[in-house]
């Protein structure tokens, strides 16, 4: 089967070839880039929503519970699980394969599960083209699950329209600061594992965390930060016309499948409110201008790569900066000459 | 003050410019790569150590006494502790109060703590001024502490001439899972509260997965994964001279101060068998080589983003992505097109 075929076949939901088309990009094998080129003028439909929280939150049977929601609901659900502190697949790989049992007669959901450890430009860019191909074949919702350690939740936040921070009672106070500084990219915040001792504390941490957050950043919180602010580039819509998002923050026990319904309303109205504000149009073009400026770089550096002088010029002049004869910034600057010029 | 002396006071270690130093480094204020420029040529004589673990594995403890360890023997030394996770710094200058009473009448330990996240390119980007600076006002050690917590651990591993992975019985499978990624990091594995339950599993594990790891790669360890193969490019030692590094697995009680000692010891035997093979030569070529690259990667989105003309094109092409006009790919070649020519 040769790419045209396995994109027309993506197009139309045919499992196997989207999980093929997802290799190909993924693994940038040679001609991806005329398939992504085929299938990107179909991306764009997907609600795509980004679920994080530390290890221990149950945050993959939340996933799979709201999966099985918006398919109840008639809706079809591609996941993409990330854990980025994983080089091993193995573990991922039999995660998968038991999540897939669960879904196996229903192909309206899709799961892919990948690490990315050592992944140039970490979660974000691994996992960009692979919810693009699960958009372009028409799942409605692209769920993006990863393990909340570190930058990965920030990087994940670039990636979705709507951003669910799941947290849980009793993990002790090393993680509660982890928590902390990833307030801000939340768009949901959900307190699973609502049955432990502590729940009402972590839901007056949060809510004191956001009011701190509201207060501190003097705006509309869920526009701010790293999106950046709304409507003043697209200029459609009267910000002062919608009151601001105020991030929900809701309990589920995913295990019994209580409140999951919940989550799926406050995303959907999430979704709701972006369009309506003219803040997805503003997020999705952020996307697009990393997305672009990063493949740039990449260009670059794989010319630079593919051209026997300039990388003798680079390498000579690590060693300069490897033996202290220059610095850092010279050798930078000269580096960049060469490239630029 | 001037930077010239504020320069030449950090390069005699007067604290009050060396921290002055360091925020002109981090904040890359005007005129900071002339400061970067005079230290430079006075650092590569320190012992950089890297010392990451979980949250909970008494980490900060453990790097305070081996500071005390090594002050013990004579020797200066500089701590960066970096938490990725969090963007408030509250908490971390709280921290380092606190732990710089404990040596606020010693002035041959300093201390400095950061956060990082969103800083574009994570830890070790944050990093690396910081420990030169350290480095060039004559800090015989430089302890990198960060939380171990995805791709942070592998970012200082990039920094760093000696890495310690510290580990800590009953912290759960998950953790356990996110402490396997790591393993090829490590030059030397701590087992910190070595008097909790579980110590010989976690310390029977470590040794399993440095099987597993050196039968998998069929190389010497130590030098091998991201540090690259040893030897092949310096060409001045013949690999089979040398034993291979087989990292040791060292059990402390980092609150007693028990093994810190022979922490210390096997932190500076790792460092003369660096030394000895010429595994030194190469890991700094490859930190030389990582940042001359970043710098000038830096400096060529700065270009563009100081050329109007060039942004306006940059920015059109990345609303005509998010439009669905044009692929990623396509926008990215063209905006290659844009810089290098």
């Not at 260009?299 to 630079?304: A, F, K, N, P």
Request: charged share 25%.
């Amino acid at each position: 089967m040769g790419w045209q075929e396995i994109v027309s076949r993506a197009l139309v939901r045919d499992i196997r070839a989207v999980s093929r088309l997802i290799s190909i990009v993924e693994d940038r094998r040679s001609g991806f880039e005329d398939a992504y080129a085929a299938i990107y003028p179909h991306t764009g439909k997907a609600h795509v929503i980004g679920i994080t929280g530390p290890p221990g939150s149950g945050k993959s049977t939340l996933v799979d519970k709201i999966a099985a929601e918006y398919r109840r609901r008639g809706k079809t659900v591609g996941i993409v699980a990330v854990d980025p502190t994983s080089p091993f697949t193995g573990g991922a790989l039999l995660g998968d394969r038991l999540r897939m049992q669960r879904h196996s007669l229903d192909d309206g959901v899709f799961i892919r599960s990948m690490g990315t450890r050592g992944h140039l430009g970490g979660v974000a860019r691994a996992t960009s083209g692979v919810v693009d191909v699960l958009d372009a074949a028409g799942y409605d919702y692209v769920l993006i699950e990863t393990v909340g350690v570190g930058q990965s939740e920030v990087e994940v936040a670039s990636l979705a329209d709507t951003v669910a921070l799941v947290q849980v009672p009793g993990l002790g106070d090393d993680i509660q600061v982890i928590k902390a500084g990833v307030m801000e990219i939340g768009d949901v915040f959900v307190v699973n594992k609502k049955d432990r001792p502590g729940v009402e504390r972590v839901v007056a941490e949060i809510r004191m965390a956001l009011d701190l957050a509201g207060n501190v950043s003097g705006r509309s919180r869920a526009y701010s930060g790293h999106h950046g602010p709304t409507g003043a580039t697209t200029g459609t819509v009267d910000a002062t016309e919608v009151a601001p998002w105020r991030p929900p923050i809701l309990q589920t026990m995913a295990e019994s499948g209580e409140g999951v319904a919940e989550v799926c309303d406050t995303c959907d109205a999430h979704m709701h409110r972006l369009s309506e504000d003219g803040a997805l149009v503003e997020r999705r073009f952020r996307r697009a201008r990393s997305e672009t400026m990063q493949i740039a770089s990449d260009l670059i550096w794989r010319g630079l790569a593919d051209d026997r002088r300039a990388l003798d010029a680079a390498e000579e002049l690590a060693w300069k900066v490897a033996r202290r004869e220059m610095d850092p910034y010279a050798a930078g600057w000269s580096l960049r000459e060469l490239i630029v010029n």
